[in-house]
């Protein structure tokens, strides 16, 4: 069963960015279309960005585009999350998951989630 793992989490400031990553094992991650997913204190979980297996699409939530940017290295195994112009409303766990189909919008297919990592956008 493919496994992920988040990282690349942490405390900046607003204006400031972080890159998060998200590793597989247990698979090879270009069978699988990836979403990040993102979950505050008190809301709801929303999709973030999602792309292609190939990574010839991408989709954004409409908040973050133009400041996030999501790609893949499916040599190493490894999607991505770059993160620019971050906003105190930024903050939140954010999710790797990875599932059989992508979709536009993004949508949550059933597939497994990592464990998050904590994003914190504070002055």
Not at 68 to 95: C, G, H, W
Request: charged fraction near 15%; proline fraction near 4%; aromatic fraction near 10%.
């Amino acid at each position: 069963q493919l496994q992920l793992v988040e990282s690349g989490g942490g405390l900046v400031q607003p204006g400031g960015s972080l890159r998060l990553s998200c590793a597989a094992s247990g698979g090879t991650l270009d069978h699988y279309a990836i979403a990040w997913f993102r979950q505050a204190p008190g809301k709801e979980r929303e999709a973030v960005s999602c792309i292609s297996f190939r990574g010839g699409r991408t989709n954004y939530h409409y908040s973050v585009k133009g400041r996030f940017t999501i790609s893949r290295d499916n040599a190493k195994n490894t999607a991505y999350l770059q993160m620019n112009n971050l906003k105190p409303e930024d903050t939140a766990v954010y999710y790797c998951v990875a599932d059989l189909l992508y979709s536009d919008p993004c949508t949550y297919g059933g597939g497994p989630w990592g464990q998050g990592t904590q994003v914190t956008v504070s002055s």
